[in-house]
């Protein structure tokens, strides 16, 4: 089992994030993922993963660099791909390019992109990108959606044939296109386990049916997460996590599996969904989920909305020194 962080992605300043990837390295996780929202508000999301990304890159020695999942739907491909290759390449080869098709009209009204041609471009995307990363003569790629004639596909990927690539999202269509198109379905944070157990399912069904080995490929799934020595601690830190979701999804904004009446009562928000309590009670909880679904690499997002750092770096080294071993 690898494990992986979400660093802090939002607010004023980027001071400190990178010390706190470094400090997560240093107490044994693997992974470094952000998300991508363009239309942030408060201290919750930032854009631009791949420059995010490209400093604690600099920053770091080992750990694996995650997108998940960047909204390739708003981007020109060939931008990406060569921001992509360039972080590999500025990493050492550490990239893993996860992409999804975005749900914030807000964003995609913005961007100028059409709602309905999230698939298409999507779907696009990750083919040229692909040919891209392992192509060694100059390329041409024509779709409905964007243009590119005699393009020298540099810089070369350290990674090879190329790096891996992820796509994330909840719908069939959205879990076929994964097996089809990438390396790996990523899930993410919102859904309970049952939700996510039902998609492996489906997933399971569509990679049968391709050349990709169920038992060697990446099985990675996101968690909210709140660690503390004690219960009673527990309880406190358990606060910040919520008023994370009431904010984010007890007015207007939505996400196709999470309403505003599902935030009101901690408990039930929590069930099945979050993992919190003492080093003990989560080592439990996630064997419980090694028994229930595929799982080989878990990122968990330990920074909540008003979250002190030094609370956010408590709770990473704890899980460094107390979780990880066990998994060991």
Same mark, same amino acid.
């Given at each position: 089992?690898?494990?992986?962080?979400?660093?802090?992605?939002?607010?004023?300043?980027?001071?400190?994030?990178?010390?706190?990837?470094?400090?997560?390295?240093?107490?044994?996780?693997?992974?470094?993922?952000?998300?991508?929202?363009?239309?942030?508000?408060?201290?919750?999301?930032?854009?631009?993963?791949?420059?995010?990304?490209?400093?604690?890159?600099?920053?770091?020695?080992?750990? #694996?660099?995650?997108?998940?999942?960047?909204?390739?739907?708003?981007?020109?491909?060939?931008?990406?791909?060569? #921001?992509?290759?360039?972080?590999?390449?500025?990493?050492?080869?550490?990239?893993?390019?996860g992409v999804g098709l975005g749900y914030v009209e807000e964003e995609f009204e913005a961007f100028g992109v059409p709602?309905?041609? #999230?698939?298409?471009?999507?779907?696009?995307?990750?083919?040229?990108?692909?040919?891209f990363f392992k192509c060694n003569q100059p390329i041409s790629y024509e779709c409905p959606f964007f243009e590119v004639e005699d393009w020298q596909p540099l810089p070369k990927t350290i990674q090879q044939p190329r790096p891996p690539l992820w796509i994330g999202g909840w719908g069939p269509k959205q879990i076929a296109r994964s097996a089809k198109f990438s390396d790996a379905w990523v899930p993410g944070v919102v859904a309970d386990l049952g939700i996510v157990e039902d998609r492996k399912e489906k997933q399971r069904e569509h990679v049968a049916k391709t050349d990709q080995d169920w038992a060697s490929m990446d099985h990675p799934l996101m968690r909210e997460a709140v660690i503390a020595e004690t219960e009673e601690e527990v309880w406190k830190r358990k606060e910040f996590l919520h008023r994370t979701y009431r904010d984010e999804y007890g007015g207007e904004f939505s996400h196709?599996?999470?309403?505003? $009446?599902?935030?009101?009562?901690?408990?039930?928000?929590?069930?099945?969904?979050?993992?919190?309590?003492?080093? $003990?009670?989560?080592?439990?909880?996630?064997?419980?989920?090694? $028994?229930?679904?595929?799982l080989d690499q878990l990122a968990l997002r330990f920074h909540h909305s008003g979250m002190p750092k030094r609370l956010v770096e408590d709770q990473i080294r704890l899980f460094g020194e107390e979780v990880i071993p066990a998994f060991q």
């Amino acid at each position: 089992m690898k494990f992986g962080i979400f660093p802090i992605e939002g607010g004023d300043t980027w001071e400190g994030v990178v010390e706190q990837c470094q400090l997560a390295e240093d107490v044994g996780f693997e992974t470094c993922w952000v998300n991508d929202h363009q239309a942030t508000e408060g201290d919750n999301y930032w854009p631009s993963p791949l420059t995010r990304l490209t400093s604690i890159a600099q920053g770091t020695e080992d750990l #694996r660099l995650v997108t998940s999942v960047l909204i390739l739907p708003l981007y020109h491909p060939l931008h990406v791909a060569q #921001r992509a290759a360039m972080l590999d390449n500025i990493s050492d080869g550490r990239l893993t390019l996860g992409v999804g098709l975005g749900y914030v009209e807000e964003e995609f009204e913005a961007f100028g992109v059409p709602m309905d041609e #999230r698939a298409g471009r999507l779907i696009e995307g990750v083919q040229f990108i692909a040919e891209f990363f392992k192509c060694n003569q100059p390329i041409s790629y024509e779709c409905p959606f964007f243009e590119v004639e005699d393009w020298q596909p540099l810089p070369k990927t350290i990674q090879q044939p190329r790096p891996p690539l992820w796509i994330g999202g909840w719908g069939p269509k959205q879990i076929a296109r994964s097996a089809k198109f990438s390396d790996a379905w990523v899930p993410g944070v919102v859904a309970d386990l049952g939700i996510v157990e039902d998609r492996k399912e489906k997933q399971r069904e569509h990679v049968a049916k391709t050349d990709q080995d169920w038992a060697s490929m990446d099985h990675p799934l996101m968690r909210e997460a709140v660690i503390a020595e004690t219960e009673e601690e527990v309880w406190k830190r358990k606060e910040f996590l919520h008023r994370t979701y009431r904010d984010e999804y007890g007015g207007e904004f939505s996400h196709p599996l999470m309403t505003a $009446d599902s935030v009101d009562d901690f408990e039930e928000l929590a069930d099945d969904r979050f993992i919190y309590g003492t080093p $003990d009670q989560i080592i439990e909880q996630i064997e419980a989920m090694q $028994d229930r679904l595929a799982l080989d690499q878990l990122a968990l997002r330990f920074h909540h909305s008003g979250m002190p750092k030094r609370l956010v770096e408590d709770q990473i080294r704890l899980f460094g020194e107390e979780v990880i071993p066990a998994f060991q």
